[in-house]
């Protein structure tokens, strides 16, 4: 019993999803067509960027950064750099690729510096940044970029579209932040010698080649290319030939509990009464549909299973886009954050959702009315 309790602390989400998938498939039966409906694009990339920010890691590629960070001198200026470091990338790599990049960094810095106290409200902090700050960009995060693509909005109507709920969330965040650190504003970020490292001439050649491949994927999510295949194996190949050991280090877990997810929302919507239902429900309601819905399967899904029985794409893409600040499943982005904290801090699953739900469901909270008049 005490693994079992152990391994639901740890890998809670993944059990989530695996019970969502297994009961699809008792709503739909399994066929050729579910199989073609995952989104594996999304999932090959998400493992390229596992692969290569492991990569990342162990070969000290996140030291320029440390460095900058160090330099920064208070928790409260710290804060704000990696908090807006996440909502400004987001825009433009996609608010998964963001938290993968920075979520690790920010361990690493508070881990050093003898802040682990603040990790995981700061993780929160960059979790809404990536989620507000994507929202955007069509190509900011995967549901904007299918209802762009689905819908044909111009770009510059897109972004008018969502400007106000970027500009509001930015201010707000900063007053999450401010209040955090009220008690003291100027505190030390504090010192170790790991903030202050540099890079050994060892190595060059593997440095090398995970910044030449995360610029390649990078470049291909950017584009919206469909040559993504050749992108996956020039990664496999490359890292069997440099460094096999990374494949050792894969978060397969996480690759899982997206897998899972995305065969529940593809049982869902390829169910003719499930879809009849939608289809009587959904239209004029899209607003409060996307935000429940998407806390039982997540947004990306949601998007997918709602945009064909939607009638306001704006109520639909304003609710997907603030789904994730009401549960850990309400983004595919939130279950990576997650992960990669529990990873670093086994058994701590539990802890992160408590203060995630706490400091999210305020920002929720203040945001959801606001945003149902500008619809």
Not at 75 to 82: A, I, K, N
Not at 312 to 335: E, F, P, T
Request: overall charge positive; glycine content about 6%.
């Amino acid at each position: 019993m005490t693994k079992v309790k152990d391994f639901l602390k740890k890998d809670i989400m993944l059990v989530v999803a695996v019970t969502a998938a297994i009961i699809s498939l008792f709503i739909t039966k399994p066929s050729m067509a579910l199989v073609s409906s995952i989104d594996w694009k999304t999932l090959a990339t998400l493992f390229m960027l596992l692969s290569v920010l492991d990569g990342f890691k162990h070969e000290n590629l996140f030291q320029p950064l440390i460095n900058l960070a160090g330099k920064i001198g208070t928790q409260t200026g710290l804060t704000f750099f990696l908090v807006f470091s996440v909502f400004f990338s987001s825009m433009f790599v996609t608010n998964d690729v963001s938290l993968i990049i920075f979520v690790p960094l920010t361990i690493i810095l508070f881990r050093a510096g003898g802040k682990e106290k603040y990790t995981v409200p700061v993780l929160v902090l960059e979790n809404i940044a990536a989620i507000r700050g994507s929202l955007l960009t069509p190509f900011g995060s995967p549901q904007n970029l299918f209802l762009y693509s689905g819908s044909g909005i111009h770009a510059g109507d897109f972004l008018k579209m969502m400007l106000p709920l970027n500009i509001g969330s930015a201010v707000l965040l900063s007053i999450f932040i401010l209040i955090m650190y009220r008690k003291n504003p100027k505190e030390d970020i504090g010192g170790s010698e790991e903030l202050n490292a540099v890079w050994e001439k060892e190595g060059r050649t593997k440095r090398i080649l995970y910044f030449s491949l995360f610029a390649i994927i990078i470049a291909m999510i950017v584009s919206r290319t469909s040559l993504w295949p050749y992108v996956t194996a020039l990664t496999v190949i490359a890292l069997l030939i440099f460094d096999r050991k990374v494949f050792l280090r894969v978060d397969y877990a996480l690759i899982f509990t997206f897998l899972c997810f995305f065969i529940f929302s593809s049982s869902l919507s390829a169910n003719p009464v499930i879809s009849e239902f939608l289809k009587k429900s959904v239209a004029g309601r899209e607003y409060l549909w996307s935000i429940l819905l998407s806390q039982v399967i997540s947004n990306v899904p949601a998007a997918i299973v709602l945009w064909p029985f939607t009638t306001n794409l704006k109520a639909l893409i304003y609710g997907l886009d603030s789904a994730g600040l009401c549960s850990i499943i309400g983004s595919l982005a939130s279950v990576i954050n997650m992960r990669i904290y529990t990873k670093e801090y086994p058994g701590n699953g539990l802890k992160f959702i408590w203060k995630f739900e706490f400091i999210s469901l305020a920002f929720f909270a203040i945001v959801v009315i606001p945003q149902y008049f500008l619809i």
